[in-house]
């Protein structure tokens, strides 16, 4: 070997060496890892409840904080702040973030949930989308009801021009729809759930199809210097989602307790709720897709964004796939 040739080797040896010791050194800094509940996410709460991811980290002198999120947007703008490590949305909520430049990866499916629907009250004479037109409808922006509103829209040949939407957070939306100040809302369970079995609400307009997935998204910064610890959540959150699934009453409890709201109304939100696959399969992809080209179609989305290329960037299938076989 010449001596430029040793010399290059040693060069990017030591490069080498110095980058790995700085990503441990990095990865032994952590002393807390921050995540987020919601009741939308019916695993965080199981996971909270039973202190499981505390026990995994005890050893390593790492503790857990829990952050609410009360909605897709909210925990996106936590994760964007970076507030929290991990963070709880619809996977087209996650999308929309990608697309606004928010560097996060969505790396699990915590639910496959039917947790959106348009309702109203039997008062206002809705019975379908058409009947929106010139209607007062509350929405929370950014989150999975918004983009179901939307796409729900479109199919009824209108769009977010032709009704009077009002911006409020979701249990808000209710609180307006029950009220009267609104004539429909674009739901989300449990609230929705709570608005069927206690008010009278109905479902005028469903679509579990259009219902895009409840996904556990992670920083990205987080993701790249610490990806032993991400495949350690998400193989505490497998635990976590095959005990919603041997323990359907401890769900119920958790979700009773988190939200205050009666058995009935936790039933109906269960009854909507699938835990039983948290990877990302070509058809939920293809899902996530579908919405972000109906964003796009709307203007909500710039013509110029590659949706397809942006879920694929957006997606990480690594981490659960190690988190699934160990």
Known sequence: MS?????????????????????????????????????????????????????????????????????????????????????????????????????????????????????????????????????????TRGTDPHIFLIRALQEAKLTEKDVRLVLLQHQDGRTALERGDVDAWAGLDPLMAAAEVESGATLFYRNPGANTLGVLNVREEFARTNPALVDRVLKVYEEGRKLAIAEPASVKQVLITATKLPDAVITRQLERTDFSDPSFTPARKQTIIAAGLALQEAGLIKPDVDVRETVRRLIDDRPIKSAQVQ
């Open 3 to 139: 001596n430029l040739s040793r010399r290059t080797f040693s060069t990017l040896a030591l490069t080498t060496a110095l980058a790995f010791s700085a990503g441990v050194a990095h990865a032994q800094a952590v002393k807390e890892i921050r995540l987020d509940f919601a009741t939308y996410n019916p695993v965080s709460l199981l996971l909270k409840e039973r202190g499981l991811l505390e026990k995994e980290f005890a050893a390593d002198g790492i503790s857990i904080r829990w952050v609410q999120s009360l909605g897709s947007n909210k925990a996106l703008e936590f994760l964007n702040a970076s507030s929290i490590d991990f963070g709880s949305t619809a996977g087209a909520a996650a999308l929309l973030g990608r697309v606004g430049g928010n560097p996060i990866k969505a790396v699990y499916v915590f639910s496959r949930p039917e947790w959106t629907a348009l309702v109203t009250t039997p008062k206002t004479g809705i019975k379908t989308v058409a009947d929106l037109k010139g209607k007062r409808v509350a929405v």
